[in-house]
């Protein structure tokens, strides 16, 4: 069914949609420019960043510098660095002029450093410090053998090169991100003799200092370049931009009189990291802006067609089956055309109902209740032709307790003459069946009932169960003994009942002739149940047999529930067609 819209509410559509449009193309104009202004902010704050960092590395550098500056001019640590003698005087010249020497500059400086002295000297002691395979825990001092050094491959390289007071990575500064500062130490007496090793070994993360300025976290790498090979010996963050598209942005500073220079590679995401925050509040604006033009077109709209939205309430009231509106109109204009119209379409079609719609309930009632008529004849042919074999036997007090039963029985199933019944009632009926089977049967049968309070009060038609009852003594009994069970429960909107036997069972074609109508053992009453319940609640409803041919049967009934209250309200909404 397709939704109606007002002529009046269709002439908004050009008018919203010209005010959305508007509003789109300010709210991108708007985006635009406030990206392009955070991803300036954010470039800005980039390259400031590096420009410290780069001062703060060269700061250190220099710092470093100077330490080796001061060891390779102090004329008494060349000296005692050259000293032969006894290990006393040995321990001696250590104790007075090398440790002070090297200790000092570890004091000084701020970050953690490791001072190693390779020296040629095989008089001096040997001082090891911490694992220098292990990352920098503290500053600290070394005094190693020149041999440690000549088997470095950087040594190798550079023995014979003029490479000196350089910074360099050797060893296992790589893998653990340190750098070295490395200085050839020579005699005061023709500066040429190398007498040892001056070597400087910091971490690179101290150079950096704080990464506050670099949120590493957000996806921004850091990079430490050599400026003549372009060759990476430090990175801070996760990297490997080239295989993760987008349009990185990257930052390039160099460190004066270093032979560095700084890299960073900044994500599109943190470029424009509050972009979506900017575009969440432009949508909101625009569609506040939007929100407060529609509702004042609305109100136009509205005001303008309030006569034709009368109209449609009207019809719509129309269509969900109240008939007895009318519309009044003053003036002499289309509306008035229209709901005069309208009053008569009214009328003619509540007169079709009570002449149409009413008779068919009518035949519908009528055919239900010539349905219900047919079985209790045939229920009281069986009775009496019972009782007629036990009074030809002279069973006197049998057949007494069978025409007690038969009374009380039929005085259950009258009921006034109502259709319907409660399903308590509905028990009853067939509890008193039982009992008078039980006179002809004494205690060869037992019965089981199990069904749920909450259902006990649900109108059902009457006579329901007692024709099942009955095929389980005529048909399904084949041994001494037969047990019947009846359940009933709430499924939903529904009720479903049960008769089950353990009787000899049935085929499934047998079946399938009784639920047609077709079968002379007990089909006649299933198919008048079956017919009852479908003309009373539509074929959505009925019974199901399910049987093992040797094992039992089980007949499902399922029925909508129905209190008492639901059945007053259907008889008033029929008593007002009346």
């Known amino acids: 069914m397709k939704r109606y819209m007002p002529f009046t509410y269709k002439t908004l559509i050009p008018y919203l949609l010209l005010v959305l449009l508007t509003d789109v193309v300010i709210g991108y104009i708007s985006y635009t420019m406030l990206v392009s202004s955070r991803t300036d902010m954010a470039e800005t704050n980039i390259r400031t960043g590096m420009k410290q960092a780069s001062s703060n590395i060269r700061y250190q550098m220099d710092e470093i510098q100077r330490m080796s500056d001061t060891l390779f001019g102090s004329l008494s640590f060349q000296r005692a660095l050259q000293y032969k003698g006894s290990p006393f005087e040995i321990y001696l010249v250590m104790l007075d002029e090398i440790v002070p020497q090297m200790t000092a500059p570890l004091k000084l400086f701020g970050n953690k450093i490791r001072l ?99 949120p590493v976290d ?51 995401a943190y470029l424009h990291k509050d972009a979506g925050k900017m575009q969440r509040i432009i949508v909101a604006v625009c569609a506040i802006s939007f929100l407060v033009m529609a509702i004042i077109g609305l109100l136009v709209a509205r005001l303008s067609g309030r006569k034709m939205s009368r109209i449609v309430t009207l019809v719509r009231s129309f269509q969900e089956g109240n008939f007895q509106r009318r519309i009044r109109f003053s003036g002499n204009d289309e509306f008035r055309q229209i709901a005069d119209a309208f009053n ?34 045939h229920f009281l042919y069986n009775t009496l032709s019972t009782i007629s074999s036990l009074a030809n036997l002279g069973e006197t007090r049998k057949v007494t ?64 169960l007692q024709p099942f009852i009955e095929n389980v003594f005529k048909h399904a009994w084949f041994g001494e003994t037969v047990a019947i069970r009846i359940c009933g429960r709430r499924l939903g909107n529904d009720i479903e009942l049960k008769i089950i036997d353990n009787g000899i069972g049935m085929r499934a074609e047998t079946i399938e002739r009784i639920l047609a109508g077709k079968s002379e053992t007990g089909g006649y009453g299933v198919k008048n149940v079956d017919e009852r319940i479908k003309l009373k609640y539509g074929t959505g409803y009925g019974l199901t047999i399910a049987s093992i041919y040797g094992a039992g049967t089980t007949v499902c009934i399922v029925l909508p529930f129905e209190s008492a209250e639901s059945e007053t309200r259907q008889e008033d909404h029929l008593e007002a067609y009346l």
Do not use: C
């Open 401 to 464: 307790e069978m025409v007690q039963g038969l009374s009380r029985f039929y005085r259950l199933t009258l009921n006034q003459g109502q259709v319907y019944i409660s399903l308590e009632q509905e028990l009853q009926q067939a509890e008193t069946y039982l009992e008078i089977q039980k006179v002809k049967y004494a205690d060869a049968f037992a019965v089981y009932i199990n069904v749920e309070p909450e259902i006990m009060d649900a109108r059902v038609i009457k006579v329901i």
């Open 218 to 268: 957000q996806g921004i790498t850091v990079r430490l370049r050599e400026s003549a090979t372009g060759e990476q010996i430090f990175q801070r963050g996760e990297g490997d931009d080239s295989k993760k598209g987008g349009d990185f942005l990257t930052l390039q500073q160099t460190i004066p009189d270093s032979g560095f220079y700084i890299e960073a590679v900044v994500p599109p």
């Open 116 to 214: 190693m002295l390779y020296t040629n000297n095989e008089d001096l002691n040997i001082v090891s410090g911490d694992n220098l395979n292990e990352q920098i825990k503290r500053s600290d001092y070394y005094i190693l053998s020149y041999h440690d050094l000549e088997n470095t491959a950087w040594y190798k390289n550079n023995k014979d090169s003029a490479r000196d007071n350089i910074w360099l990575q050797m060893d296992m500064d790589r893998k653990l991100g340190n750098i070295s500062h490395i200085r050839r130490l020579v005699s005061y007496s023709d500066y040429k003799t190398v007498i040892g090793y001056v070597r400087i070994t910091t971490a690179l993360s101290g150079l950096f200092g704080n990464f506050d300025t670099f």
């Open 344 to 377: 008569v379409m009214a009328k003619n079609i509540q007169d079709l109902i009570s002449s149409v719609y009413v008779q068919d309930i009518r035949r519908k009632q009528a055919e239900l209740e010539a349905l219900q008529s047919q079985i209790n004849p």
